[in-house]
T-cell receptor
Framework: GAVVSQHPSWVICKSGTSVKIECRSL??????MFWYRQFPKQSLMLMAT?????????EQGVEKDKFLINHASLTLSTLTVTSAHPEDSSFYIC???????????FGPGTRLTVT | DAKTTQPPSMDCAEGRAANLPCNHS???????VYWYRQIHSQGPQYIIH???NNETNEMASLIITEDRKSSTLILPHATLRDTAVYYC??????????????FGKGITLSVRP
């Protein structure tokens, strides 16, 4: 149980285009989902927190107009990187939280390369 | 959330126990100690967590000192597949947005054949 999937697992896009990454909790309903970014040889950095049906809360320094998060249901959250640039190339990881008393479960990550 | 300190790296021989230390001297009474690991190019994996009692599951054991200022994650019989970055995180057992995890640099465990 407690499986989180991400799609796609990797994507290459041209500079200036937008990319959408999906995060799904496959066997549970997630009250909260989190989006992280990880640059090479660095730790995970939290980008934003989203609750189903409400606006995401972004961490300081993360542009909300560039990284659009939609949490349309209790099993799906999407991250759209708009007008992507090479510096947005990174490993994007989502996690889903089932609720009090449960742990966060992480997706396998999405490798984004912007050329 | 309280800050944690881990050595940057360690190694151990395959089949031996791996003891990964973590200092969390500013931990408060309602904060748990969580351990996650991240194998290269994968998402983090939950290992174990505890409040003050020692905990054991199928993956590892967690030993927390009586004053709760430090802990040790024990992998009893390390295998090559245990090579990963291990993160020790201190956090209250909350729900919703307050359940976010703050990752430090972690400790890189290398298991050698």
């Amino acid at each position: 149980g407690a499986v989180v999937s991400q799609h796609p697992s990797w994507v290459i896009c041209k500079s200036g285009t937008s990319v959408k990454i999906e995060c799904r909790s496959l066997d549970f309903q997630a009250t909260t989902m989190f989006w992280y970014r990880q640059f090479p040889k660095q730790s995970l950095m939290l980008m934003a927190t989203s609750n189903e049906g409400s606006k995401a809360t972004y961490e300081q320094g993360v542009e909300k107009d560039k990284f659009l998060i939609n949490h349309a249901s209790l099993t799906l959250s999407t991250l759209t990187v708009t007008s992507a640039h090479p510096e947005d190339s990174s490993f994007y990881i989502c996690s889903a939280h089932r609720g009090y008393g449960y742990e966060q479960y992480f997706g396998p990550g999405t490798r984004l390369t912007v050329t | 959330d309280a800050k944690t300190t881990q050595p940057p790296s360690m190694d151990c021989a395959e089949g031996r126990a791996a003891n990964l230390p973590c200092n969390h001297s500013t931990i408060s009474g309602n904060e748990y100690v969580y351990w996650y690991r991240q194998i290269h190019s994968q998402g983090p994996q939950y290992i174990i967590h505890g409040l003050k009692n020692n905990e054991t599951n199928e993956m590892a054991s967690l030993i927390i000192t009586e004053d709760r200022k430090s802990s040790t994650l024990i992998l009893p019989h390390a295998t090559l597949r245990d090579t990963a970055v291990y993160y020790c995180i201190v956090r209250a057992a909350l729900t919703g947005a307050n359940s976010k995890l703050t990752f430090g640099k972690g400790i890189t465990l290398s298991v050698r054949p």
